[in-house]
């Protein structure tokens, strides 16, 4: 079983910088394809980033365009985002996944088998 622990939330004033890191833990597999979802109260789980291990990276053009990056550390399985000009409508749990099915799409969080426990991030105005 592959365990996934993020970090790097917290509070933060609007305009502000967080990074955040996945870091995999458990059974030593490869990770596949990795991704980043939110979700805020009272909302769906929307999609923000992925990754896959070659570095084919598809982003949620309409909510992060422009202020948010993913990366990935193939050698560790770690995955990272790092948000930059972070919004207050930015606030909200954020999950790493990994293991994206082949078939799966990744934007869809059906797609991927493991997630972690997710990192609260605070934007405020």
């Known amino acids: 079983q592959v365990q996934l622990v993020e970090s790097g939330g917290g509070l933060v004033q609007a305009g502000g910088s967080l990074r955040l890191s996945c870091i995999p833990s458990g059974r030593a597999v490869s990770t596949g394809g990795m991704g980043w979802f939110r979700q805020a109260p009272g909302k769906e789980r929307e999609f923000v980033a992925s990754?896959?291990?070659?570095?084919?990276?598809?982003y949620n053009f309409d909510s992060v365009k422009g202020r948010f990056t993913i990366s990935r550390d193939n050698a560790k399985n770690t995955v990272y985002l790092q948000m930059n000009s972070l919004k207050p409508e930015d606030t909200a749990i954020y999950y790493c996944?990994?293991?994206?099915?082949?078939?799966?799409?990744?934007?869809?969080?059906?797609?991927?088998?493991?997630w972690g426990q997710g990192t609260q991030v605070t934007v405020s105005s």
């Open positions: 990754i896959t291990p070659n570095a084919y990276i598809l």
């Open positions: 996944s990994a293991g994206l099915s082949r078939s799966g799409s990744p934007t869809a969080a059906v797609s991927y088998e493991y």
